[in-house]
């Protein structure tokens, strides 16, 4: 069983300014239409089904969702999935909060984490790592990967704001480059892994707010989401 990962930029989709141009959010007031043909072209490009990835209405919560086979619609509240299927790809949609994909592939278990800084300081991460532990990942053997974000270097927030998340989630203090107090969302959340005893991790240092090919909300105001998936292959 192989585990696949695949994080989108803005090119080459059907959506317009200022969604332009791989939008995957239903929820940003967006075209259905360009969405609907963005999700096909993805699925086609990873080589699934479309009904096969599973998408979310996050809402910056910690609700963790076991999927054991493709919903109709996009899962309502739900900031994390888990599954043990292959062929089903998890997705989680983003544009300055952390995307967190998680696998076990002994245990053949994924999980797909929105880590925003309210999410992130109320514990969504651990809830998703439980989950998995209910279908049978360990997390001595669970591999993790932060995708793109904001970086702290770019995230600025007032100083109270800053002490409560560290609080919450120890490692994400920091200085942004113009020395304002500032947070970097990863660092807390891979001290984080370290503490539940994920060690296997990866970061895609992609800052979001920096790189124009990826969507960035920080820096865009209203735009659009990219997508960060996995699923498992068994060949």
């Given at each position: ?60 919560g910690t609700t963790t969702a076991t999927v054991s ?85 770019c995230y600025e927030v007032p100083a109270a704001m ?52 990826l969507y960035s909300h920080r820096r865009d105001g ?14």
């Open positions: 069983m192989r585990v696949r990962r695949v994080v989108t930029t803005r090119a080459g989709g059907a959506s317009r300014a200022p969604f332009e141009q791989f939008n995957l959010s239903v929820g940003v007031g967006d075209d259905p239409a360009a969405v609907a043909a963005n999700r096909r072209r993805l699925a086609a490009g990873v080589g699934l089904p479309v009904k096969s990835v599973v998408w979310m209405r996050q809402v910056h086979a493709p919903p109709e619609r996009d899962l309502a509240e739900v900031d994390a999935m888990v599954t043990n299927r292959s062929q089903l790809a998890l997705a989680v949609l983003a544009a300055d909060c952390v995307p967190v994909l998680l696998a076990d592939p002994e245990a053949g278990v994924l999980g797909a984490v929105h880590a925003g800084r309210v999410g992130a300081a109320d514990g969504v991460l651990p809830a998703a790592l439980a989950a998995m532990g209910r279908l049978g990942a360990r997390p001595e053997r669970t591999e993790a990967l932060l995708g793109p974000s904001v970086c702290g270097a800053r002490a409560q998340v560290q609080a919450a989630l120890p490692g994400s203090a920091c200085v942004t480059k113009v020395g304002t107090p500032g947070l970097d969302l990863r660092a807390g959340l891979r001290q984080q892994l370290r503490e539940l005893g994920v060690t296997r991790v990866d970061t895609d240092p992609r800052c979001t707010a920096e790189d124009p090919a209203h735009t659009g989401r990219l997508a960060a998936l996995t699923w498992l292959d068994p060949q």
